[in-house]
């Protein structure tokens, strides 16, 4: 299975902020739209971070509550990992596991076009891996 399949069932829309904008804008956002992440992109799109609430989290704990008037560039992690839609899932999912974060955007030719988080990857695997059961299980019963 690969990440296009993920991004088949769900929305496509990413949220992204300018990078002068403050960490209290990420938030707003991060509690609106009910998601962990948030990009941080250029006037021409392009990917300058990614902000997520554990990064507002240390930055609170750091520096307290007058953090949020900061800006999202301050605090983001500038080195984004990030896939293509061609990526198996497994794959992906060991890159999360190894640099222990939860989100993933999917880039095609240079563009944004989906973000999955680590909830999307566990789900499409439990999925795959009872699908896989219930063939054995069936070829099991038809070869005995
Ligand atoms: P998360 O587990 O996604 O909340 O993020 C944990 C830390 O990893 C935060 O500092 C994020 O900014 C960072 N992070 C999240 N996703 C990525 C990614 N795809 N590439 C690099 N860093 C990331």
Redesign the pocket.
């Known amino acids: 299975m690969t990440v296009s399949t993920i991004l088949a069932g769900k929305s496509r829309d990413v949220f992204t902020l300018p990078p002068h904008r403050t960490l209290h804008e990420a938030v707003r956002v991060l509690a609106e739209k009910k998601i962990?992440?948030i990009m941080i992109t250029g006037a021409d799109g392009s990917i300058k971070g990614?902000?997520?609430?554990?990064?507002i989290v240390v930055a609170l704990s750091k520096s307290g509550a007058g953090v949020l008037d900061e800006p999202v560039s301050s605090h983001?992690?500038a080195?984004?990992?990030?896939c293509d839609e061609n990526h198996r899932v497994t794959e992906v999912m060991a890159m999360m596991t190894n640099?222990?974060?939860?989100?993933?955007?999917v880039v095609k030719d240079e563009r944004l076009v989906g973000i999955i988080s680590i909830g999307d990857v566990v789900k499409h695997r439990i999925a795959e891996t009872e699908a896989e059961s219930r063939s054995l299980r069936d070829y099991i019963q038809m070869a005995s």
């Open positions: 962990g992440a990614i902000l997520s609430e554990r990064d983001m992690t080195k984004v990992v990030h640099g222990r974060f939860r989100h993933m955007p």
